[in-house]
């Protein structure tokens, strides 16, 4: 009896055996790794590179660039590093080297320029090896250039090369940058051959001489600079409030209108153009937040039986008298004979579109808009404005226009009039 008891658990641990076996010979595995899903992405941008006003053009009337936080380090001994800004040199503990006489210029005093440098104090590990970095400063330009009014000084510890949109407009190339008397001055004539419509980058490449034993006190770096131009615009109230700008996400200031004194057949145009990122896009211009202030009352106004004349701070008229037309435009702001999306003599409390947008590709909306009646004739928009009564007098109209993308893939119902805007 027991030896049949041992004779059962042998066979019992050739059966385990047996299935163990089995499995190790028909296993298998597939696997499919790193299966990701991400959501699309929708981008829009928004550029606004013409204007007019009575006929008038919109251009740039001055822009001043100095040395300051704004400025990039973009380079190390020529090779690109992750930028960062630069600093004020003398931040920590206010030491300024006294041979350091470029910035009592009158000039660079005025515009508010100082010494500024990668860090402060100049790291110890840069004053022995000849190091050179190299700062950029973006600006946007738009409209002519007048020569005698361009100004560049700059001052540098040491040697410094000045490039404007990868042009080399003038060197410094000797060591005493820093004083007054030996600041590099670049003409006009060096700079504006190259100044662009739109973006331009401005460089600084600096070299701080090697100075064995040198301590960030005895061998300091850094640079002051000013450059500017003045567009000779006077005291024209569109040139000066008008803004163009390139292709960017819309922030403060960023605004299609600023008129102080409207009048009864004034017109404008502007080019609005956008660019969809990512999707192809249904884009919508929607004004919205509009609010109309009576301003003051002047008798003309109570004349035209403006009943709500002086009765709230809301109650202006100024809205209804704003006419819109806008068409899919080539670029130069000129009606001549494109797809029309809306109008003439359209409301101004209006949603454009449906605006079909190709992914990566640019699309130019022009806008005319008119202090009247609007009107198209052929080609030629006409703007009638004794359809304007006094009833708008002193009137203030303030809105906000809305750019707004939304993708066209599975939304063939899409209405820029269904469009809720978020609070």
């Not at 600093?87 to 320029?113: K, Q």
């Not at 500017?228 to 996400?249: E, M, V």
């Not at 809305?402 to 469009?419: D, G, K, L, P, W």
Request: glycine residues 10%; hydrophobic residues 35%; contains cysteine.
């Amino acid at each position: 009896m027991k030896k049949i008891i041992i004779s059962l658990g042998i066979i019992g641990v050739v059966a385990a055996a047996v299935i163990v076996g089995t499995i190790a010979y028909f296993n298998d595995t597939e696997t499919s790794t790193g299966n990701i899903m991400v959501a699309g992405t929708m981008d829009l941008k928004v550029d606004h590179t013409r204007q007019t006003y009575n006929d008038v053009d919109c251009k740039t009337c001055s822009v001043t660039v100095i040395s300051d936080p704004t400025n990039m380090v973009v380079e190390k001994f020529g090779v690109a590093i992750p930028s960062y800004s630069a600093v004020y040199v003398g931040s920590n503990d206010g030491f300024i080297h006294s041979a350091w006489t470029a910035e009592e210029d009158p000039i660079l005093v005025a515009a508010g320029a100082k010494w500024i440098w990668e860090s402060d104090p100049t790291q110890v590990a840069d004053l022995t090896n000849n190091v050179t970095y190299t700062f950029e400063n973006d600006f946007e330009w738009w409209g002519p250039i007048v020569n005698t009014d361009l100004y560049m000084a700059v001052g540098s510890d040491n040697s410094v090369e000045v490039y404007l949109n990868g042009h080399l407009i003038g060197s410094n190339l000797g060591e005493y940058g820093y004083r007054q008397e030996s600041m590099l001055q670049i003409p006009a004539a060096s700079i504006t051959p190259w100044i662009l419509q739109g973006t331009n980058v401005l460089r600084f490449t600096v070299k701080n001489w090697a100075l064995a034993g040198s301590t960030p006190y005895t061998n300091p770096a850094g640079l002051i600079y000013k450059f500017s131009i003045n567009g000779n615009c006077g005291n024209d109230y569109f040139k000066t409030h008008c803004k163009l700008w390139g292709l960017k996400d819309l922030g403060t200031g960023d605004t299609f209108w600023n008129f102080d004194d409207v009048k009864p057949g004034d017109r404008g145009t502007n080019v609005i153009s956008l660019h969809a990122y990512d999707n192809d896009a249904f884009a919508c211009l929607i004004a919205s937040d509009i609010v109309d202030n009576e301003n003051t009352c002047v008798d003309p106004e109570l004349a035209a039986l403006d009943t709500d004349c002086g009765t709230g701070p809301t109650e202006g008229e100024l809205s209804d008298y704003i006419k819109l037309f806008t068409w899919e435009d080539d670029g130069d702001g000129v009606y001549e004979g494109e797809t029309i999306i809306a109008g003439p003599n359209s409301p101004f409390a209006l949603a454009i579109g449906n605006i079909s947008l190709t992914e990566s590709n640019t699309k130019y909306i022009g806008l005319a808009w008119c202090a009247g009646t609007q009107g198209l004739s052929g080609n030629t928009i006409t703007c009638d404005g004794s359809t304007m009564g006094d009833i708008a007098q002193t009137d203030i109209l303030t809105a906000s226009i809305t750019a707004y993308a939304e993708q066209q893939r599975n939304n063939s119902n899409f209405s820029c009039a269904n469009v809720q805007l978020p609070q």
